[in-house]
């Protein structure tokens, strides 16, 4: 446990954390959620309708786009105007699983809420900020539903929210900036909810495989760094 992380943080300390809501006059439900040097703008938009597939079956759906701006990294990163790219598409997926996994879409009644996540600045952990703020972004739009009589009751069933983990020089780090990430032995990130489930775990060794042991302990980190989002997710939404 001797590695020393570029920023002073302790191995099981998060990066300072802000989640503003209400950002947006426009959607129904929005947040800004800053984790670090990243930013994400996140916004929920309700749709009288669902995609054909879920058509006529009186149920709703959730899903979620995600976007990063060419200049929030610090090269410009190519604007995505045709088809997003392949890690685009695989990151606006897990946002819509991680989302839908905590809505009784039954509830929703046959509407479909869509998430856009906007990355205005990157410093690592995007995905996971962007399943953070989306959760805010999705209670403050289902909040406005139930206040304006159009469903009778709020169809989330739990907080979610995600970080990530890694191990470097064989020590387990919890939420991990780009200068760590890019340099980690394994880089994991981890969904759960405010029930203490997992909804997904993406683990992957870029270098040397790591054991059973290290597992458990990446997480014990991670339950102590989402505990401390759902606090932060909270504080948003009192």
Same mark, same amino acid.
């Given at each position: 446990?001797?590695?020393?992380?570029?920023?002073g943080?302790?191995?099981?300390?998060?990066?300072?954390?802000k989640i503003?809501?209400?950002?947006?006059?426009y959607?129904?439900g929005?947040?800004?959620i800053?984790v670090?040097?990243?930013?994400?703008i996140?916004t929920?938009?309700?749709?009288?309708?669902?995609p054909?597939f879920?058509?006529?079956?009186?149920?709703?759906?959730?899903t979620?786009?995600y976007?990063m701006?060419?200049?929030?990294?610090?090269?410009? !990163?190519? =604007?995505?105007?045709q088809r997003p790219?392949g890690r *685009?598409? @695989?990151?606006?997926?897990?946002?819509g699983r991680?989302l839908r996994?905590?809505v009784?879409t039954a509830?929703l009644?046959?509407?479909?809420?869509?998430?856009?996540?906007?990355?205005?600045q990157?410093?690592g952990?995007?995905r996971c900020?962007s399943?953070?703020?989306?959760?805010?972004?999705?209670a403050?739009?289902c909040?406005?539903?139930v206040?304006?009589g159009i469903i009778k009751t709020?169809?989330?069933?739990?907080?979610?929210a995600?970080?990530?983990?890694?191990?470097?020089e064989?020590t387990?780090?919890?939420?991990?900036?780009?200068?760590?990430?890019?340099v980690a032995?394994v880089?994991?990130?981890?969904?759960? !909810?405010? =029930?203490?489930?997992?909804?997904?775990?993406?683990g *992957?060794? @870029?270098r040397?495989?790591?054991?059973?042991?290290q597992?458990?302990?990446m997480l014990?980190?991670?339950?102590?760094g989402?505990?401390?989002l759902?606090?932060?997710?909270?504080v948003?939404?009192?």
């Amino acid at each position: 446990m001797n590695y020393q992380r570029l920023d002073g943080r302790a191995v099981d300390q998060i990066r300072n954390t802000k989640i503003t809501p209400n950002i947006s006059p426009y959607a129904e439900g929005s947040a800004l959620i800053e984790v670090g040097g990243t930013k994400v703008i996140c916004t929920a938009s309700v749709e009288d309708r669902v995609p054909m597939f879920m058509r006529n079956k009186g149920i709703g759906w959730v899903t979620a786009e995600y976007a990063m701006l060419p200049r929030a990294t610090n090269t410009r !990163t190519q =604007r995505e105007s045709q088809r997003p790219s392949g890690r *685009t598409q @695989e990151i606006q997926r897990l946002i819509g699983r991680s989302l839908r996994a905590v809505v009784d879409t039954a509830l929703l009644g046959e509407r479909q809420v869509m998430l856009d996540c906007d990355v205005i600045q990157a410093d690592g952990g995007t995905r996971c900020a962007s399943i953070t703020g989306a959760y805010v972004a999705l209670a403050l739009a289902c909040r406005r539903l139930v206040k304006n009589g159009i469903i009778k009751t709020s169809p989330i069933l739990s907080e979610v929210a995600a970080v990530s983990v890694g191990i470097i020089e064989g020590t387990p780090i919890l939420d991990l900036a780009y200068a760590e990430d890019s340099v980690a032995d394994v880089d994991m990130n981890i969904v759960c !909810t405010g =029930r203490g489930q997992f909804i997904e775990i993406q683990g *992957t060794a @870029e270098r040397e495989p790591f054991s059973r042991e290290q597992m458990d302990e990446m997480l014990l980190l991670a339950e102590k760094g989402v505990n401390e989002l759902f606090g932060t997710q909270r504080v948003a939404l009192a």
